[in-house]
């Protein structure tokens, strides 16, 4: 855990105004999709980042991504902040962090052939290979686990996983320190997501990459993660490293996420003890006070309505956002 | 371009078992388009009229007819042509044109090449203008979008016909004081000044919509990772997605604006005669329609056919380039 931080956001908020029909298109409310977030990503590590749908997960990752800009907080690369960069400046950052997306359909352009849509970020970020633009694509598609002959193909002509394989090529393309991947396996089958996560690690054994990977799927991140974020309506409900989250869950958010991982063995599943949540996940327009998770915790006390739990470490080794850690 | 796949046989020995063809969208389209027999008839109908309009000069002469040539021998005392239907004859093919005598189908002929231009024209300008600003206003949209989307309704509601036939005056006028040369050039650009006005609405609507849509897909934020400024984004990464509609809706429209200048012809407000155009053929005729309803038949039944073959070919491409069948012809 010694590695230098690559990639770090403090503090990072992201409202979405949402606008009322109407002639006067005030503004009243907003979505408060990321509400303080801060992470560190170090050197050749991964970063796990799990929750349920619309937790923020992914607006997370374009706010990394200097896709959306934040509503405040910053983002830092290399220890340089890169919160408010545009033009030349943003496109040198563009080339040290890339991103995967999540849908192997969508994410690639149908019109474009493999070659192209590989060499896209080579032709804006000016990144010289050693030899040509061709060949330098045909070696990605190789490294890949792709056929470069199949350079000329369309996105049509591949399956899922060689689909997002031509995605991670693409991010690859321009030699960045850190990719951020947005679920990049949960669109896949069991068998070709085991394929396309082997690759990632491979990769970055190779290749020294950090990864900010997010998933829902708490198996997957376990697998991959060196570091893990937990999070629940724009905030992070407990961080730590993967024995500390899974081992010793300590806010009940993670103990619910932990249990609802099927027990494959029958003995041993009926000894399993399932935590289930009630209700919905409140509207992130209008979170509830305190502690955002209290409408639905089993734990909760009337403290938990009053103050929002700060996110610290509470004896339990690990920082974890409860009162009342168990 | 063509791969071999070489497979291990039985007894080990390496045989090329298939070679599998990589296709593109667009070779995937041709291949249904293809199979479409109607489109393909519709498309061979309008090659033959493109043939005809762009070689007609050479097409009367070998025929030895003009479209401008007064023959009053074949006429008779009262006016109208001799013979049987129209007076149809070795001489004159498709018959004559009452009163003057001169030669259907070589009018026909020189009509063809003023309705194709004006339509291959018209649908030009209408698609290019439309689909520019529906790309610009769906992918920056804001103020740019709210602008462009108020006019195009400001547009819709003018009653255009009215204001095409009441401005042909002053608006050629107009023209013709600017230097446009007087006649059938100035009314010419008059109609589609006023073509370009009303008719950028609709391609600029689909386009607007479409890349609305397109603009959230997930390649549209690869490629801003990957560097791109918003005029790759529009112009290399939505438009190449838009060309199935808009190739589409350009081929239904067109065949749209061969009518609406016979149309315009006829209500006296487009083509000034004695220049042919197939609306003024229609227009002249129908004064005769019962003494010569040959007259009549003959490029109303010219125009039903091209504009039919317009539309025949347009479901074919439509049908072709709809994205959703792409999967369909993958093996």
């Not at chain 1, 003890?273 to 327009?285: A, C, E, M």
């Not at chain 2, 997930?218 to 939505?238: D, K, L, T, Y």
């Not at chain 2, 060309?243 to 200048?261: C, D, F, N, Q, T």
């Amino acid at each position: 855990m010694t590695n230098p931080v690559v990639l770090e956001a403090k503090n990072l908020v992201k409202y979405f105004p949402t606008v009322s029909k109407g002639l006067l298109q005030r503004s009243t409310d907003s979505v408060k999709a990321v509400d303080g977030v801060s992470v560190q990503v170090r050197a050749g590590q991964t970063l796990g980042v799990v929750g349920e749908s619309g937790c923020g997960k992914s607006t997370l990752a374009r706010l990394l991504m200097r896709l959306l800009p934040p509503t405040s907080g910053t983002v830092l690369l290399d220890g340089a902040d890169i919160t408010s960069l545009t033009g030349r400046e943003l496109r040198a950052v563009r080339a040290k962090i890339q991103m995967v997306f999540q849908d192997p359909v969508a994410s690639l352009n149908p019109r474009h052939s493999v070659g192209q849509i590989i060499g896209t970020p080579l032709k804006f970020l000016k990144v010289k290979s050693a030899t040509g633009a061709r060949e330098h694509v045909q070696e990605l598609m190789e490294l890949v686990g792709l056929n470069p002959e199949h350079y000329n193909r369309y996105p049509h002509e591949f399956s899922g996983g060689q689909r997002q394989r031509i995605g991670i090529a693409r991010a690859l393309a321009v030699g960045p320190q850190v990719i951020v991947a947005d679920e990049p396996v949960s669109a896949l089958d069991v068998s070709i997501q085991a394929q396309v996560l082997n690759l990632m690690e491979k990769l970055q054994r190779d290749l020294g990459l950090s990864y900010v990977f997010i998933a829902h799927d708490l198996s997957v991140v376990r697998h991959i993660a060196d570091e893990i974020i937990v999070m629940y309506l724009g905030k992070v409900v407990e961080s730590g490293s993967p024995s500390d989250v899974y081992s010793t869950p300590s806010h009940p958010y993670t103990q619910a996420l932990l249990s609802a991982i099927p027990v494959a063995d029958p003995r041993a599943a009926a000894s399993h003890k399932r935590t289930v949540l009630v209700g919905d996940v409140p509207s992130p327009i209008d979170p509830p006070s305190g502690c955002r998770f209290r409408t639905r915790c089993p734990r909760a006390q009337d403290l938990c309505a009053l103050e929002e739990p700060a996110l610290i470490d509470r004896g339990q080794g690990h920082p974890v956002a409860c009162h009342f850690p168990g | 371009m063509t791969d071999v796949l070489p497979i291990d046989g039985i007894d080990g020995d390496s045989v090329v078992v298939a070679s599998i063809e990589s296709k593109s969208p667009k070779r995937l389209s041709w291949d249904r388009f293809k199979r479409d027999r109607f489109a393909i008839a519709g498309l061979g109908v309008v090659a033959f009229f493109l043939i005809i309009a762009i070689f007609a000069p050479l097409i009367t002469k070998i025929l030895g007819i003009s479209p401008n040539a007064l023959d009053r021998n074949s006429l008779n005392d009262y006016g109208l042509p001799n013979g049987r239907f129209g007076g149809i004859s070795g001489k004159h093919w498709l018959g004559v044109e009452p009163g003057t005598g001169r030669d259907i189908l070589a009018r026909l002929i020189y009509g063809a090449r003023l309705s194709l231009f004006v339509g291959l024209v018209a649908t030009l300008i209408t698609t290019s203008v439309g689909m520019m600003l529906g790309l610009v206003a769906g992918y920056l949209r804001g103020r740019v979008d709210t602008f462009l989307s108020r006019l195009s309704d400001l547009v819709m509601t003018f009653p255009s016909l009215i204001l095409t036939i009441a401005l042909v005056r002053p608006g050629t006028q107009r023209l013709e004081a600017m230097g446009v040369p007087e006649g059938n050039p100035a009314r010419l650009t008059y109609l589609m000044l006023v073509t370009l006005f009303f008719g950028w609405v609709g391609f600029f609507r689909i386009v607007r919509g479409q890349t609305l849509a397109l603009r959230e897909r997930e390649f549209v934020e690869a490629a801003r990772s990957s560097g791109a400024g918003p005029g790759h984004i529009i112009f290399r990464q939505i438009a190449p997605n838009l060309w199935g509609p808009i190739i589409a809706l350009a081929s239904m429209s067109l065949p749209g604006y061969v009518a609406y200048e016979a149309a315009l012809s006829f209500l006296g407000v487009g083509i000034i005669s004695p220049t042919a155009s197939w609306g003024i053929m229609l227009q002249d005729s129908v004064h005769y329609y019962r003494a010569d309803p040959t007259y009549f038949f003959i490029p109303g039944a010219t125009l039903f056919v091209l504009v039919m073959a317009f539309y025949l070919l347009s479901e074919g491409l439509r049908d072709a380039l709809d994205p959703k069948n792409d999967r369909q012809q993958v093996a």
